[in-house]
């Protein structure tokens, strides 16, 4: 019975390494042709147009938010959108020795966020995924830049 629990344990991490290697490839070919191939056409609109464009779900986005602040408000220019989710993106950093694709977006203006929208309930909550409120907000500004991280 041990040897059978064993087997399929292995099977199921072997089957989780292959499909994150193929995901990894695929997601990097896709981002390099349809979306860095095409900046140009991103840069001076708002977001809005490229999270609709894209055929890969965004999972989370990542501000460089401090945790310890003195003011109520944040200032940014650049978020970091994730394709997938934390658990696949740990399998790949730490057992497979890779980089999950993201894409660091930077905008035009410098960004003034209440510190506030980062709280639990708040417009832009950290322990939340990519929701519809954190498209609104985040569609909203104007496109300066888009950099591909993570890939070869």
Do not use: C
């Not at 905008?107 to 322990?127: E, N």
């Not at 909203?140 to 991280?149: E, P, Y």
Request: aromatic letters at 14%; zero cysteines; a positive charge.
């Amino acid at each position: 019975m041990k040897n059978i629990f064993i087997i399929v344990l292995l099977i199921g991490f072997y089957s989780i390494k292959v499909r994150a290697q193929i995901t990894i490839t695929d997601t990097s070919a896709y981002f390099k042709d349809s979306i860095i191939a095409k900046k140009n056409y991103y840069v001076g609109k708002p977001l809005s147009v490229l999270i609709k464009d894209l055929k890969i779900g965004i999972v989370r986005e990542q501000t460089l938010t401090p945790t310890l602040g003195i003011t109520d408000t944040f200032y940014t220019k650049i978020i970091l959108l994730t394709f997938s989710p934390p658990e696949e993106f740990l399998s790949r950093t730490l057992f497979d020795h890779q980089i999950a694709p993201i894409l660091a977006i930077t905008f035009q203006d410098t960004l003034a966020i209440p510190r506030h929208y980062f709280k639990a309930g708040g417009v832009l909550d950290d322990d939340e995924y990519w929701t519809r409120n954190k498209r609104n907000y985040w569609g909203q500004f104007i496109v300066a830049d888009i950099r591909l991280s993570g890939v070869k």
